[in-house]
């Protein structure tokens, strides 16, 4: 005989703990982290997939997606506009998730950058430190001034108190610092390994920049490793600067996996993100008439009007409109500038009319979308 199945929400910290009880026994779960994310210059509400498990005796029974298809009503109903989790493949898109975020690595070959290091005049520069507790404040602002803007990026809040983990799972991380007259210019944040050195983040002044390099370039000699990693984006200050000194850039798009999102609450994402669609829209001089489209996805749809005055978005109206057709996947994909207007027009369920596809590619650009790996949830 079936025992009895009930879905559980406690309240945690970071967010929510969704649990699955079968007669009372924990056979299922997954965490809802609580987040601001960017989308460009708009913050929006995300809720962080974190945890998803199934008791080893239960599984193959269908529980974790009960529990996946609960929490996405869950977070609909608490207000969250977006999601992202970082799954496995083949997994994740059944519940609507859609790979969004690439992976991006700079290499630099240790022994260039340290002859060139040394070529060049030192000048004035700030003087590179251990980081310390009482520089958490600090640090903390730095990222955020440096990833207003990011696609991806996650605010830190007065809750955010350093990093508790590097490049992967369980890292130990150092912070190097950069001052200059007592006031901290710029940091990295290093893994702690003995073995290998990689760069997980970068925030600063880019005059301080010189001297970072310096500190990790002796480290990595010190360490005896060949190459120093840079897991930043390509239009990252800090990689366009590393640049100089060559190396290796790779970006791997994954197909499922990996960072993926998916719309959570379409009419409320989009009022949010009217700022940042006007920002684009003035930025790229777009010129043209006044339109006005239904965009129209598995998760509902808001009609939009985009023009001299900006963008604005109001609920569906009766009555003949243009129909811009998505499924809500390849829409999160554009948001995060994973893949192009043009390049998802050809999708199955997707329609564009061709008379708008020069707006959609301005208001949905390709972007460098990044989490850093110490926000990985």
């Not at 803007?149 to 610092?177: A, D, E, H, Y």
């Not at 499924?327 to 192009?340: A, K």
Request: glycine letters at 10%; hydrophobic letters at 40%.
């Amino acid at each position: 005989m079936a025992g009895k199945l009930e879905m559980r929400v406690e309240e945690i910290s970071r967010g929510q703990r969704v649990e699955l009880l079968l007669d009372g026994e924990h056979v299922s779960g997954l965490t809802i982290n609580d987040l601001q994310m960017h989308i460009g210059g708009a913050v929006v509400h995300m809720g962080g997939i974190g945890g998803v498990h199934t008791d080893q005796r239960h599984r193959l029974k269908g529980y974790s997606r009960r529990v996946c298809e609960y929490s996405n009503r869950y977070m609909y109903d608490r207000g969250y506009d977006i999601s992202l989790l970082f799954g496995i493949s083949d997994f994740y898109p059944k519940f609507g998730f859609v790979s969004c975020l690439a992976s991006y690595k700079l290499t630099l070959t240790t022994r260039i950058v340290e002859r060139a290091l040394h070529r060049a005049s030192a000048g004035k520069t700030a003087k590179v430190r251990l980081g310390r507790l009482e520089d958490v404040t600090r640090v903390r602002a730095l990222y955020n001034q440096e990833y207003a803007r990011r696609t991806g990026s996650i605010q830190r809040t007065g809750r955010w108190r350093g990093f508790r983990m590097g490049s992967t799972w369980g890292s130990k991380t150092v912070t190097l610092v950069a001052a200059a007259g007592g006031r901290i210019l710029a940091y990295a944040g290093v893994d702690d390994r003995e073995d290998a050195l990689t760069v997980f983040e970068v925030a600063g002044d880019p005059r301080a920049y010189p001297a970072l390099l310096r500190a990790l370039t002796r480290e990595a000699v010190a360490k005896r490793v060949e190459s120093m990693a840079f897991l930043l984006p390509p239009d990252d200050r800090f990689s366009m600067y590393a640049r100089r000194f060559g190396g290796t850039l790779t970006v791997n798009y994954p197909y499922t996996g990996a960072g993926m999102l998916r719309v959570i609450n379409l009419a409320t994402l989009f009022d949010k993100l009217c700022p940042e669609l006007t920002a684009r829209l003035e930025a790229a001089g777009f010129s043209g008439p006044q339109q006005t489209f239904l965009l129209r996805t598995d998760v509902g749809a808001v009609q939009v009007t985009a023009g001299e005055a900006g963008v604005r978005v109001r609920p569906p109206r009766a009555g003949r409109r243009v129909v811009v057709e998505m499924p809500q996947h390849r829409l999160s994909q554009l948001l995060f500038g994973y893949r192009t207007v043009a390049g998802v027009a050809g999708e199955p369920g997707v329609r564009i009319p061709r008379a708008l596809t020069g707006l959609l590619e301005v208001l949905f650009p390709l972007q460098w979308a990044h989490v850093s790996r110490a926000d990985y949830f």
